[in-house]
């Protein structure tokens, strides 16, 4: 089955850890995204990739870190340096160029406990 | 950087028409794009327009492009329950890479 699959679907944290959210996908797209959404407001970026081994911050990089060893995964950390990291977490793939449709995953809802 | 703005909330009544609107700012926008959240998912696509249309319809949904305002509608005919979600907006740069989002309108359909 084709697409973007994010786990897990719910993630919680205690206070002061590290948690990986995973994104893989199997469409061949070149660029990968990684959005949070708070309840109400829309997607900001926190990361992308365009390329393996290569990547770039987005608007609200601080306290996350992200890796893209391979093509099919860019997974995010979500560092205790993150100090509100509840929301809801989408992952999104993209070919390069042109109005191509950018995939969703289902995303991630992390909460802090 | 680049901004996109939507109205927070939409209510219609079932079978009139829905219309969503967006207003972006950056000027080299090459692709608009409208997507779909349903409650817990992700983001399913819609329709997109190129900057050089000024309109462009599939089935029940009309996309209107005003290039000289910067101004993005959606018009959802015959508008039903399933139709009630979050719509957002969306820009592209010109390489076509990054996606700039608004902040989504919740269409709600009251019966």
């Known amino acids: 089955d084709g697409g973007i699959t994010q786990s897990p679907k719910y993630l919680f944290r205690k206070e002061g850890q590290n948690v990986t959210l995973s994104c893989e996908q199997n469409?061949?797209?070149?660029?990968m995204y990684w959005y949070r959404q708070d309840p109400g407001q829309g997607l900001r970026l926190i990361y992308y990739s365009q390329i393996v081994n290569d990547f770039q911050k987005g608007d609200i990089a601080e306290g996350y870190s992200v890796s893209r060893e391979k093509k099919e995964s860019f997974p995010l950390t979500v560092t205790s340096a993150q100090k509100n990291p509840t929301a809801f977490y989408l992952c999104a793939t993209k070919t390069i160029q042109g109005a191509t449709e950018a995939f969703f995953g289902q995303g991630t809802r992390l909460t802090v406990v | 950087g680049e901004d996109v703005e939507q109205s927070l909330f939409l209510s219609v009544r079932e079978g009139d028409s829905s219309v969503i609107n967006c207003t972006y700012t950056d000027s080299s926008s090459t692709y608009l794009y409208w997507y779909k959240q349903e409650p817990g998912a992700g983001l399913q696509l819609l329709t997109y327009i190129f900057s050089n249309m000024d309109m462009k319809q599939d089935q029940r949904l009309t996309v209107l492009l005003n290039k000289k305002d910067k101004h993005l509608s959606l018009r959802i005919a015959d508008t039903q329950t399933g139709d009630s979600a979050i719509y957002f907006c969306a820009e592209t740069d010109n390489a076509g890479n990054m996606l700039t989002f608004g902040g989504g309108t919740r269409l709600m359909v009251k019966p």
């Open positions: 469409l061949n797209h070149d660029a």
